[in-house]
């Protein structure tokens, strides 16, 4: 399984995402866009989103954390992360 976040190191939505990984047990590879001068528009071209995090579940982009935390109540995360 390969999930990556894009991010940024201010973002709160970031940070609630990771938790919400990390709640999970699952380990990712977090991408800090600004420490590696990826712009927004590179990003959007991996992810398809221009808002951070982004993230990436298997090399299908899930969107932010609201998307990521409506997967979680709907039972779908857990589908996604046993694959």
């Given amino acids: 399984m390969s999930i990556k976040i894009y991010s940024t190191s201010w973002c709160g939505p970031c940070k609630f995402a990771k938790r919400l990984l990390d709640s999970k047990g699952v380990s990712y590879d977090e991408i ?3 420490k590696i ?13 221009m808002s951070v995090p ?18 979680d109540q ?10």
């Avoid at 982004?54 to 997967?71: A, S």
């Avoid at 709907?74 to 694959?83: A, H, R, S, V, Y």
């Fill in 74 to 83: 709907n039972g779908e995360l857990d589908q996604k992360l046993t694959n």
């Fill in 37 to 49: 001068g990826m712009s927004r528009e590179e990003m959007a071209g991996l992810t398809g989103g």
């Fill in 54 to 71: 982004q993230i990436v579940i298997n090399d299908e982009p899930i969107g932010g954390f609201e998307d990521l935390w409506t997967l």
């Fill in 32 to 34: 800090d866009i600004e």
